[in-house]
Structure formats: structure tokens, C-alpha cells
């Protein structure tokens, strides 16, 4: 099975870029989380550097992306910069790899193709620590500047939208047919094992990650609670 590595950047003492509120950790962590689940429910392997808000240093995520032959490494990243109107999209792969860099311009086009951006800075190359310390086909995306005001109201109420654009662009390059949730369920009646229901998607997710930390797989279903309306 294909063997995604994800690389939610920085974490613990490293809260990354800094803007209108926000930190850098914490929506990558987010985006990175909600990507995995999409892959996961593509029966993509997924492996993440981190699935909590610690430190891991460059060095160290690169090592264990590696340590598990990973076939990509794809970290996630917010921007920043002195100048507040700086804004938009870009990829980076590293300098030489044809790999990363297909993997690269289908995670920007596939963030593109989704209209939230107006501003498209386009694919990139450069010497990062994860990318030349990685030995699969790696990409960085940075996910807009959390400097500039429009950009941060994307990163703050659209992570929905980036993490499954993201999968969108890794899918297409693992030639992997991407399919969208299944809102309603009709046929069969099965018996389920529930360990939690939520309104929120973003909230079961978690779930799953807190399930699979211990071992256990799980899929995610959407029911309606008749019974609550009767009430
Ligand atoms: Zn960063």
C-alpha cells in the first residue's frame, strides 16, 4: 500500500509564522490532520511528524519519513512577511527533482483550481532541510501569509477546503481516483461499533486519530438522529 508522509510544520516551542491572531502550528497541524483522514479514506498509508502540538526538529521529521520508505513526504506550511499586503500560494519542491516537483504543481493547481486564492505565486524550488534531508519525492506548500488579512481569514474558516484540495493534488499524483464523501447512506442495514457521534466532521476525525493512536481502525458514517426529532 502507498505511504504517505505528513509534515504538519512546527509544533511545541516553534509556533512557526506569527499574524492576526494566528499561529502557524496550529493550522498546520489542522490541515495536516484533516489531509490524512481524506487520504486514509482513499486507503492511502498515512504517517504524520506530528498529531499534537509538540516540537520535532527538521532533522527528525526527515528521519522518520525515511525510516518508514515513505513514497512522499508533503509538509505543510503557513507564510509570513514584513510587508502585509504579501499574499497567495506556493509550492516548493527541491532543486533537481522532477518527482517533487509534478507532486508540487498538482497540490498548487489543485489549491488553485478551488478559487480561494487570487493570488497565485506558482511552483518554486529550494534548499529546505525536509526536502533535500528526505529521500522520496517531498513538497512544501505554504498555504498563504498569515501576515496579510484576506489570506488569514482563508487559513482561519477554509482548512476544510486546503486539506481536501491537497489530497485532491496528491491522489492525482498517485494516480488514485479520488472520490468525494458519500452523504447518504441507502440498502443495507449493518451493526455498528460507535465510539462517539459529532456534529462537527472536523471533530469525529480527531476521533479517528485518537482510535488509530491505539490501534484500532474506524470509518466515519453519517446518520441522522431520528429519534432525537421525536423527542
Ligand atoms: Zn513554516
Do not use: C, W
Amino acid at each position: 500500500m502507498v505511504r504517505v508522509f505528513i509534515d504538519a510544520g512546527h509544533g511545541g516551542k516553534d509556533p512557526g509564522a506569527i499574524g492576526n491572531g494566528m499561529r502557524e502550528k496550529d493550522i498546520t497541524l489542522l490541515v495536516a490532520k484533516k489531509l490524512g483522514a481524506i487520504l486514509e479514506r482513499h486507503n492511502v498509508n498515512v504517517s504524520y511528524s506530528r498529531i499534537m502540538d509538540k516540537y520535532v526538529s527538521l532533522n527528525e521529521r526527515a528521519r522518520m519519513a525515511n525510516n518508514i520508505k515513505a513514497d512522499i513526504f508533503v509538509s505543510i506550511h503557513t507564510n509570513s512577511y514584513k510587508y502585509q499586503s504579501v499574499q497567495g500560494l506556493e509550492t516548493f519542491s527541491y532543486p533537481g527533482s522532477s518527482k517533487g516537483r509534478k507532486l508540487a504543481k498538482y497540490i498548487q493547481d489543485s489549491i488553485i483550481e478551488t478559487k480561494l486564492y487570487t493570488k497565485d505565486r506558482g511552483i518554486k524550488t529550494a534548499n529546505f532541510a525536509v526536502l533535500r534531508q528526505s529521500k522520496m519525492p517531498a513538497t512544501l506548500v505554504e498555504l498563504g501569509f498569515i501576515t496579510n488579512k484576506q489570506d488569514s481569514q482563508l487559513l482561519r474558516t477554509r482548512q476544510n477546503n486546503f486539506s481536501e484540495a491537497i489530497a485532491k493534488g496528491i491522489l492525482k499524483y498517485l494516480e488514485v481516483k479520488y472520490i468525494p464523501v458519500k452523504e447518504k447512506l441507502e440498502g443495507n442495514k449493518y451493526f455498528r461499533v460507535v465510539a462517539g457521534s459529532y456534529k462537527d466532521r472536523s471533530l469525529a476525525e480527531e476521533q479517528q486519530l485518537r482510535l488509530k493512536e491505539k490501534g484500532f481502525d474506524s470509518f466515519i458514517d453519517i446518520y441522522e438522529d431520528k429519534q432525537s426529532l421525536i423527542l
